[in-house]
């Protein structure tokens, strides 16, 4: 089993979620589900001693590190591995260096699966770690640039790679601005969904899929980078 860090979450999951999962990350803006994810970032990368690949497309290499070292969370930069979509998308001019490799944009998914291979191989083959988490932040930029054809057909490569590597992967995809039938094909690939609801300003998470029965929702407050339950 591979612990979320959320203690009560793990809990209800029996000790985590099952290694070789495909979760999709599902949520309406402003719900902070980016801590979110950062948080199950840092404890595979720094509890579970897990290799962590993330693709962001909504900030730059440089700036997730920082808020990292901002809310003084020490990551084993040697297990951290960044694609970077947005740095050149913005005019700036980048080199690749250890933990980030910089696509051109979103909508070069070939090159996002050129700089996910690198870093595979990198972990697996040159510094054997085997255990590997891939973040995806998040799909509702990728399917913006691309239609759900060509997201799907990139998706199923990794999801692929990540079960057969005992591995997790999670997936982010805002809630309420996707058709239901292109969720519906998504939905396909993932074993999972970690599903994010905000009502009367409260923010509340659950896993449906995992499990017999969903867990029951709880309710998070976000504090710094802490993801607590109430």
């Known amino acids: 089993m591979i612990e979320t860090g959320i203690s009560e979450l793990d809990k209800q999951l029996g000790g985590g979620i099952k290694k070789g999962s495909n979760i999709m990350m599902i949520g309406p803006p402003m719900s902070r ?108 930029a990728l399917l913006l640039y691309s239609n759900i054809r060509i997201v799907y057909k990139f998706l199923h490569v990794y999801t692929r790679r990540i079960k057969a590597a005992g591995g997790l992967g999670i997936y982010v995809l805002e809630s309420g601005i996707h058709d239901m039938q292109s969720i519906a094909t998504l939905n396909h690939l993932f074993d999972g969904v970690m599903e994010i609801k905000s009502e009367n300003g409260k923010n509340f998470i659950r896993v449906i899929g995992l499990s017999p029965k969903p867990t029951l929702w709880l309710e998070y407050e976000i504090d710094g980078a802490k993801v607590m339950i109430t």
């Open 33 to 140: 589900k980016e801590v979110i994810l950062n948080h199950i970032m840092y404890h595979g990368a720094a509890k579970n001693k897990n290799a962590v690949i993330t693709v962001n497309t909504y900030e730059t290499g440089a700036g997730i590190l920082e808020w990292f070292r901002e809310n003084k969370l020490i990551l084993p930069l040697s297990r951290i591995g960044i694609v970077d979509c947005i740095t050149r998308m913005i005019g700036v001019e980048a080199d690749d260096d250890d933990n980030i490799k910089i696509a051109n944009h979103p909508v070069d998914l070939t090159g996002i699966g050129i700089r996910i291979s690198q870093f595979l191989e990198e972990y697996s083959m040159r510094k054997n770690v085997r255990k590997i988490q891939l973040c995806v932040n998040s799909l509702s």
